[in-house]
């Protein structure tokens, strides 16, 4: 989309149905995502779930895309074809969902680390997720977009990873990629002023090595240009005065994996 869409307190709260369905998807497939599981059933099981709760893959058919997942493994960053590809104990899993219910989108991503991950990959989920919160705190009226950005970027720059930057977040809600865009680096005091109605999604991607990317010839994956591992965190947030409003937090998936 080409503008953005301010959305009314009850479109907000129907993007907060949605956004609770792919919450509990993601908490369904930390239950099972584990070595030796296929990334192309954890895209069957994405497909039944959202069915079951009234809902359709927003990303399936979305421009061709495939599949109900995007499932990236280790050095992929975004938009990998979940597979026959059978998961190993220490990858790091990517996994970017979202949901249409009754016309209104949400859209998440978490990556999981596979049993015992290396030190570099744990530190690298760590501070992904870590900078992911940073740009939610300065979601909120009066700010500008690139007061989150700045807040991603100034918190990963101490661990020289690399920052994505071809790719960015954006507003979501009634479309699945709709103005503005969000970047995960930038000036604080820059951009587009966030306004009470606005929906965005804030999705910090890192990797381990450089921040350039390979973009494959099946035109949707993308991984690390060096090879090195990549981590993608995502949540959705309703722009409001005085504190952001988190549509999709992580609470329920980790709930899961606390368990294990």
């Known amino acids: ?80 074809f979940p597979s026959n590809y059978e998961i190993k104990d220490g990858d790091l899993v990517s996994v970017d969902g979202g949901v249409n219910l009754k016309g209104f989108i949400s859209d998440s991503a978490y990556t999981f680390g596979i049993g015992e991950v290396s030190a570099e990959a744990q530190q690298l989920l760590d501070v992904t997720k870590a900078s992911l919160y940073k740009g939610v705190e300065q979601a909120v009226a009066g700010k500008r977009v690139g007061d989150i950005s700045s807040a991603i970027q100034e918190y990963v720059q101490p661990y020289n990873f690399g920052i994505v930057r071809e ?61 090195k591992l990549s981590a993608h965190f995502e949540q959705m947030v309703a722009i409001r005065k005085g504190q952001p409003d988190v549509l999709l937090n992580f609470d329920e998936v980790e709930k899961v994996l606390n368990k294990k």
């Open 1 to 80: 989309m080409s503008k953005v869409i301010y959305k009314t307190e009850e479109q907000i709260e129907q993007v907060r149905e949605s956004a609770n369905v792919l919450s509990h998807l993601l908490a369904e497939i930390a239950k099972v995502i584990k070595p030796g599981i296929t990334t192309l059933s954890l895209d069957k099981l994405a497909y039944d779930f959202i069915h079951d709760n009234g809902g359709t893959p927003a990303f399936l058919n979305y421009h061709g895309f495939p599949y109900s997942l995007c499932i990236s493994v280790n050095d992929q960053i975004v938009h990998g």
């Open 167 to 227: 790719l960015v977040g954006h507003g979501v809600g009634l479309h699945l990629h709709e103005k503005p865009e969000v970047p995960n680096y930038g000036k604080r005091g820059s951009g587009p002023k966030l306004e009470p109605g606005l929906v965005i999604c804030i999705e910090p991607m890192i990797n381990a090595g450089k921040s350039g990317v390979r973009f494959w010839e099946d035109g949707w994956t993308v991984s690390t240009i060096d090879g």
